[in-house]
């Protein structure tokens, strides 16, 4: 058989195994919604219907992560990537599937493999009265999944390495790889730790992985394996203890809200309901001078609330409210900082999947993270508007008003007819959580059923909807998922090396004060915010942090606030902030890369202060109750 039919057959594998999990994930809205209509309405509860409802969601990641390796999902960090050759790009995945996923995938097989077999011989059960038979079912699906990636990762070595043009690259980049490890090796038995920390090295390595394009989470599993090999102090028997880790991410509820969530938000973004809703919105307030800026941030926080998709928002309002505000006359710079500032608020207003990481990785409540979270992105939506209407005010040239000749009532009844909906399935959403009503989980599966409603109401439900919006749900799930595994994988090496002992050494020996831990953590953090996404610093930094805030004392509901807030910022930082890629992508030559630039310095002072304010009034944050 030659390499491209063998390619095509190992995709095939990938594509069947995606697009089950994509069925899985519509399957999974259902069941939530289903259960918990019937406990709430009838007190009909069923702890078999819950643990199939996780282990769904468990093959939902766990497929679909071969699946989201097959379509290049698995996030990079682009800053240098965008520029390289075809060539240089066919190397880099390469090499990324050679060294780092096919010997850590290996690793977990072996590890999970053990781990099943025990849970078999021992003819594990669920612990709850109810509950499922046959545990080894499921955690045998850390196996399959990491048998599936190596599967895959095969097939993208097979169609790199066909389409490059000359072999001359890899072979050098082969020998330096090995000469590399040959290094490495010998350094470890002269003690070469004595030279620079090895925690040190574990950041500096992977900086270097993830600007040089490698995809993340592969970096920090492919780093932590590698560290793990040459390190005395570590070795591969830490590893044991990573399937266990993978599994009680599998089992962590608070987690299903994720893939839930994101495909409430798909099914709107892919429904117009974001498209009419700009629209009248515009309408409503060109004819104030600045008016169309000000729809657009107040567009964007219902998308925030609705869709929490960063990415979607920024596009969809790229392509609609960019041009009408450039046809009337508005400053390139004034549109394209509102457009990038008002997308990325889905970070920050719930039901964000920044809040829900943090609430997962601090161990706090989603419920209690959202409701203090409504204060500060009210605060920053404000604190837009006011900078708008001021710049607006002064400079009459930068954001003129738009006469109509439609009547204003007409105007008024259109937007509160695109308004009303997605605020009706907002106020459902977050009220269930804010009141207790529903937990997290229930409010995304009911969400989705909104959203398939609106969009039904509409016209524009149909199957290739559903199909579009599960199969990204899918890929965006799994890369999340992934990130986390090699994360959990680089925290494992890290802390057993002393990382976590020295930070906490640190910060409460060294330091010694909340405030500077403080400004120190928020000033790294949004220093990362240049180079890597949310996610990574979720899952690598933030635990870190968490035994130096309860350390000191620090109130972790507020200091995670803080983090979220942050990394919003993060999104909007030139010259690598996601959001302004997302803006230049869609918005092509209209503006250019410096007004760009220069449009979202002034939101970004904003965000920094905003923080500041939360720092200072921490109470805040608690106008929406305490638990």
């Given at each position: 058989?030659?390499?491209?039919?063998?390619?095509?057959?190992?995709?095939?594998?990938?594509?069947?195994?995606?697009?089950?999990?994509?069925?899985?994930?519509?399957?999974?809205?259902?069941?939530?919604?289903?259960?918990?209509?019937m406990?709430?309405?009838?007190?009909?509860?069923?702890?078999?219907?819950?643990?199939?409802e996780?282990h769904?969601?468990?093959?939902?990641f766990?497929?679909?992560?071969?699946?989201a390796?097959k379509?290049?999902k698995?996030?990079?960090?682009?800053?240098f990537?965008e520029?390289?050759?075809?060539?240089?790009?066919?190397?880099?995945?390469?090499?990324?599937?050679?060294?780092?996923?096919?010997?850590?995938?290996?690793?977990?097989?072996?590890?999970?493999?053990?781990?099943?077999?025990?849970?078999?011989?021992?003819?594990?059960i669920?612990?709850?009265?109810?509950?499922?038979?046959?545990?080894?079912?499921?955690?045998?699906?850390?196996?399959?999944?990491?048998?599936?990636?190596?599967?895959?990762?095969?097939?993208?070595?097979?169609?790199?390495?066909?389409?490059?043009?000359?072999?001359?690259?890899f072979w050098i980049?082969?020998?330096?790889?090995?000469?590399?490890l040959?290094?490495?090796?010998?350094?470890?038995?002269?003690?070469?730790?004595?030279?620079?920390?090895?925690?040190?090295?574990?950041?500096?390595?992977s900086?270097?992985l993830?600007?040089?394009?490698?995809?993340?989470?592969?970096?920090?599993?492919?780093v932590?394996?590698?560290?793990?090999?040459?390190?005395?102090?570590?070795?591969?028997?830490?590893?044991?203890?990573?399937?266990y880790?993978?599994?009680?991410?599998?089992?962590?509820?608070?987690?299903?809200a994720?893939?839930?969530?994101?495909?409430m938000?798909?099914?709107?973004?892919?429904?117009?309901?974001?498209?009419?809703?700009?629209?009248?919105?515009?309408?409503?307030?060109?004819?104030?001078?600045?008016?169309?800026?000000?729809?657009?941030?107040?567009?964007?926080?219902?998308?925030a609330?609705?869709?929490?998709?960063?990415?979607?928002?920024?596009?969809?309002?790229?392509?609609?409210?960019?041009p009408?505000?450039?046809?009337?006359?508005?400053?390139?710079?004034?549109a394209?900082?509102?457009?990038?500032s008002?997308?990325?608020?889905?970070?920050i207003?719930?039901?964000?999947?920044?809040?829900i990481?943090?609430g997962?990785?601090?161990?706090?409540?989603?419920?209690?993270?959202?409701?203090?979270?409504?204060?500060?992105?009210?605060?920053?939506?404000?604190?837009?508007?006011?900078?708008?209407?001021?710049?607006?005010?002064?400079?009459k040239?930068?954001?003129?008003?738009?006469?109509?000749?439609?009547s204003?009532?007409?105007?008024?009844?259109?937007?509160?007819?695109a308004?009303?909906?997605?605020?009706?399935?907002?106020?459902?959403?977050?009220?269930s959580?804010?009141?207790?009503i529903?937990s997290?989980?229930?409010?995304?599966?009911?969400?989705?059923?909104?959203?398939?409603?609106l969009a039904?109401?509409?016209?524009?439900?149909?199957?290739?909807?559903?199909?579009y919006?599960?199969?990204?749900?899918?890929?965006?799930?799994?890369?999340?998922?992934?990130?986390?595994?090699?994360?959990?994988?680089?925290?494992?090496?890290f802390?057993?090396?002393?990382?976590?002992?020295?930070?906490?050494?640190?910060?409460?020996?060294?330091v010694?004060?909340?405030?500077?831990?403080?400004?120190v953590?928020?000033?790294v953090?949004?220093?990362?915010?240049?180079?890597?996404?949310?996610i990574?610093?979720?899952?690598?930094?933030?635990?870190?942090?968490?035994?130096?805030?309860?350390?000191?004392?620090?109130d972790?509901?507020?200091?995670?606030?803080?983090?979220?807030?942050?990394?919003?910022?993060?999104?909007?930082?030139?010259?690598f902030?996601?959001?302004?890629?997302?803006?230049?992508?869609?918005?092509?030559?209209?503006?250019?890369?410096?007004?760009?630039?220069?449009?979202?310095?002034?939101?970004?002072?904003?965000?920094?202060?905003?923080?500041?304010?939360v720092?200072?009034?921490?109470?805040i944050?608690y106008?929406?109750?305490?638990?």
């Open positions: 058989m030659n390499k491209a039919k063998l390619s095509y057959r190992l995709d095939r594998v990938a594509k069947y195994a995606g697009l089950t999990a994509a069925f899985l994930v519509v399957i999974l809205a259902l069941l939530v919604t289903y259960d918990a209509m406990r709430y309405l009838f007190s009909a509860g069923s702890i078999a219907l819950q643990e199939i996780w769904l969601y468990d093959v939902i766990l497929l679909g992560i071969s699946y390796l379509h290049d698995h996030v990079r960090v682009d800053i990537y520029r390289y050759s075809e060539q240089s790009k066919l190397l880099i995945q390469i090499f990324s599937m050679l060294l780092l996923v096919i010997p850590f995938s290996l690793l977990m097989m072996y590890n999970a493999w053990d781990m099943t077999l025990q849970s078999y011989l021992q003819h594990e669920s612990s709850d009265p109810g509950g499922l038979t046959h545990r080894y079912l499921i955690k045998g699906m850390i196996v399959v999944a990491f048998g599936l990636l190596i599967l895959q990762a095969i097939s993208e070595v097979l169609k790199a390495y066909r389409s490059l043009v000359s072999y001359r690259g980049m082969l020998s330096l790889s090995a000469l590399l040959m290094f490495e090796m010998m350094g470890a038995w002269f003690d070469w730790a004595f030279w620079i920390d090895p925690v040190f090295l574990m950041f500096i390595l900086l270097i993830l600007l040089l394009g490698f995809q993340v989470a592969f970096v920090f599993a492919g932590a394996l590698f560290f793990a090999m040459i390190s005395d102090e570590v070795g591969f028997t830490i590893f044991e203890m990573l399937p880790r993978v599994y009680g991410i599998m089992g962590n509820i608070t987690l299903m994720i893939p839930l969530f994101i495909l938000g798909l099914v709107l973004e892919k429904s117009k309901m974001a498209e009419e809703l700009l629209i009248s919105m515009g309408r409503l307030f060109g004819p104030i001078r600045g008016g169309l800026a000000i729809s657009v941030v107040l567009v964007g926080a219902i998308l609330a609705s869709t929490g998709i960063v990415g979607a928002s920024v596009v969809m309002m790229s392509l609609i409210a960019l009408l505000m450039l046809k009337h006359g508005y400053d390139p710079a004034l394209s900082g509102a457009i990038a008002s997308g990325t608020l889905g970070q207003i719930p039901p964000s999947i920044v809040l990481v943090l997962d990785q601090m161990h706090l409540s989603v419920g209690d993270l959202f409701k203090a979270a409504v204060v500060p992105g009210l605060l920053l939506i404000l604190l837009y508007i006011l900078y708008i209407f001021i710049v607006s005010f002064l400079r040239d930068v954001a003129p008003a738009i006469q109509s000749d439609e204003y009532g007409e105007t008024a009844k259109a937007a509160l007819k308004i009303i909906p997605p605020l009706l399935l907002i106020v459902a959403v977050l009220g959580i804010f009141t207790g529903a997290p989980t229930e409010s995304a599966a009911i969400g989705v059923l909104g959203a398939a409603l039904w109401s509409n016209g524009s439900f149909s199957f290739a909807l559903v199909r919006a599960s199969v990204e749900t899918v890929k965006l799930t799994a890369m999340i998922f992934m990130i986390l595994i090699g994360a959990t994988a680089f925290s494992l090496v802390n057993e090396l002393g990382g976590g002992d020295m930070a906490l050494a640190f910060f409460s020996g060294d010694g004060s909340q405030w500077v831990f403080v400004l953590s928020m000033l953090i949004f220093l990362l915010g240049f180079f890597i996404d949310f990574e610093i979720a899952f690598v930094v933030v635990p870190i942090l968490v035994p130096i805030v309860h350390s000191l004392g620090i972790p509901l507020w200091f995670a606030i803080l983090i979220a807030m942050n990394l919003q910022a993060s999104f909007l930082t030139p010259p902030g996601f959001a302004l890629f997302y803006l230049k992508g869609a918005a092509g030559d209209k503006v250019t890369t410096g007004a760009i630039y220069r449009g979202v310095v002034p939101f970004i002072f904003l965000q920094v202060l905003a923080v500041v304010i720092v200072f009034w921490p109470d944050i106008l929406f109750g305490k638990s």
